[in-house]
């Protein structure tokens, strides 16, 4: 092994916020490690619920992005030694492969000298992933609006707002977007898009001025949530009731099955405990086994250090203080 060695830091994300389908990102505060440098010999060693099953050679996706990094910085960085830590679950809607996807991007430019900016490696990210919302969230931090033509995407970071605290209830199925995205249909009428422009534009504007009064009504959703209610059974029952048990606001995560509420954070702890307890119950009744995690949004993005050359200690040993398990 030889050069210097990165270790990037990075957020798990939330897409959609209900309204904003494929726009509206939040980075939560859940993280992946990716620890990257050259070697002689390339070897991927993942760690982490699940990670034993990603590839641990060159069809890794962590290495073929990396690739891409390189190829188009002009430069030839063929073998690489990857170690990854990933406290994010795999197909929640939790965003673990626009975290992988940012990971890679990030530590692989940070190993030749970053020579592309931030915006060619959002970008990139974002024609890996068809939608800029997660890799936008994972890469900036905070609350990413961001809009793609098929060419270029464009976004703008919102602050999150102090008190705005995130409820997660994470089932223990997995659900694919490629599945999620099949759910939806091909065409809407004129009054569900234009209900969905409504209640997106004034999510934001409600988010961006701390209107948290608004978020109730701006998180209502006709573009894609009714459409994959079947795939979540009881998603539909905590989507309309979730705010009569002390959330501000729901939403399906990215393409689910995991669902996020919005909680003001000056809440007291026993209204926070009965909407934890609103969340299993209600997919417990439908035979659903979950777990719920209080994920504060997060206010950075991705982060890199390099490490002395001679530095020899293990990833898991870096990292020990910060991993959730
Ligand atoms: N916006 C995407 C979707 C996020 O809802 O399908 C999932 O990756």
Known sequence: ?????????????????????????M???????????????????AYGKGMQDIPGDKSNLIYKVAQLVFEEAGVSVPELSISLYCDIPLTRGLGSSASAII?????????IGSPLSEDELFQIATKLEGH??????????????????????????????????TLVVI??????????????????NMADAVFNVGRSSLLVAALSAGRLD????????????????????????????????GALGAALSGAGPTIITFVDGSSSESSKA????FLLDTLAAEGIEAETMWLPPYKHGAVWTKLEEHDTTPLMDLIRNEVRA
């Open 274 to 277: 009965e909407l934890e307890r």
């Open 132 to 165: 800029p919302d997660n890799v936008g969230a994972s890469l900036f931090g905070g609350i990413v609006v961001s809009a793609w033509d098929g060419e270029r995407a464009d976004h703008v970071r919102i602050e999150p707002h102090p008190s705005l605290e």
């Open 1 to 25: 092994m030889y050069g210097p060695r990165i270790l990037v830091k990075v957020p798990a994300s939330t897409a959609n916020l209900g309204p904003g389908f494929d726009t509206l990102g």
């Open 171 to 188: 089932p223990s199925f997995q659900l694919s977007t490629e599945k999620a995205r099949h759910a939806l249909p091909k065409t809407l």
């Open 103 to 111: 990971g890679a991007l990030v530590a692989a430019n940070a190993l």
């Open 27 to 45: 980075a939560l505060s859940l993280f992946e490690w990716i620890e990257m440098r050259a070697a002689d010999e390339t070897t991927i060693t």
């Open 214 to 245: 608004l978020i109730s009504t701006a998180m209502r959703d006709r573009l894609h949530q009714p459409y994959r209610a079947p795939l979540i059974p009881g998603m539909s029952n905590i989507l309309a009731h979730a705010s009569e048990h």
